[in-house]
């Protein structure tokens, strides 16, 4: 197995067997919930000179990094192909005007030419509901290029728009679980998996993100799917506090919901975490 990575820019990870640090941070306040297009371009040169051509997966910290996802896509060596599968109980898809952040860069991995499809899998969350329609990004559903799977969640309006093709909505996790893995029965297309812990129910991973329903054995049949083609994998959704000195990062992850993080009880979810993510890298790298 490839030596794991972690991006330790929150200091949420737990010591991983034969994990390559790079330490960034510093980059914290700058890169933590969203950034500029001209800070993820620093950021990006910053990994490209330290981490190496081949490695194992990447653990991103928070979910607050999310975005960071989008990098690492770009670098992924060679030329063919490939698909991105996306655990997530968001589509991160959602507009942004200030650049990139946690919930909007799927729509920039999708716009790349190298990238066949997207598949968003464990969507719980109303963001893809009618009342938070127009904040998602239609270009790449409308395209063809971006899936969304959820579970117990109306999304009606998309067929009333031309979109149905894109909304894979069903009534439990179980059987959203089990529609995507029939459709990659047979599939050899490369593939780049991405997981945010928020997209499992709490008493699998507990985060500070509105969660989902996913069971852990729900997570590793799908991962089970994509044996033997996953050619690149990160990792998010740890639990973690920070206080941003920025007054818009504060007001911005106020309206997203992030619930407050009790001190009392922080080292025991990370522990939880901890655990996950080593049954994960068991899982991604059997």
């Known amino acids: 197995m490839r030596q794991p990575v972690v991006l330790d820019i929150d200091g949420s990870l737990g010591p991983l067997a034969r994990r390559i640090v790079l330490p960034l941070r510093e980059w914290e306040e700058t890169i933590r919930f969203g950034c500029s297009l001209s800070n993820m371009q620093r950021f990006s040169r910053a990994i490209n000179d330290t981490l190496p051509r081949e490695h194992g997966t990447v653990f991103l910290g928070s979910g607050d990094f999310h975005h960071l996802t989008w990098p690492l896509i770009e670098r992924v060596p060679g030329s063919e192909r490939f698909q991105v599968v996306v655990l997530d109980n968001h589509p991160d898809n959602m507009r942004f005007p200030f650049g990139v952040h946690c919930g909007s860069w799927v729509r920039r991995v999708a716009m790349m030419p190298r990238v066949s ?36 969640v109306d999304v009606g309006w998309a067929s009333r728009v031309g979109l149905g093709h894109a909304f894979r909505s069903f009534t439990s996790s179980e059987a959203m679980v089990d529609a995507f893995v029939d459709g990659q029965m047979g599939s050899s297309e490369p593939t780049y998996l991405s997981i ?52 818009w990062k504060r007001r911005l992850s106020a309206m997203d919901g992030q619930e407050d993080i009790d001190p009392t009880r922080l080292a025991a979810w990370q522990a939880q975490q901890h655990a996950l993510n080593i049954r994960l890298l068991a899982s991604i790298h059997r």
């Open 196 to 247: 945010d812990k928020d997209a499992y129910a709490p008493d699998v991973a507990m985060t500070n993100w509105d969660q989902g329903t996913l069971s852990e054995a729900g997570g590793c049949a799908i991962i089970d799917s994509l044996r033997g083609r996953v050619i690149g994998s990160d990792v998010t959704g740890e639990i973690s506090r920070y206080q941003y000195t920025t007054w």
């Open 117 to 152: 499809h997207v598949h968003v899998i464990g969507i719980t969350s109303s963001d893809i509901g009618r009342g938070h329609s127009w904040e998602n990004y239609l270009g790449p559903l409308r395209a063809g290029k971006l899936t969304y799977w959820s579970n117990a």
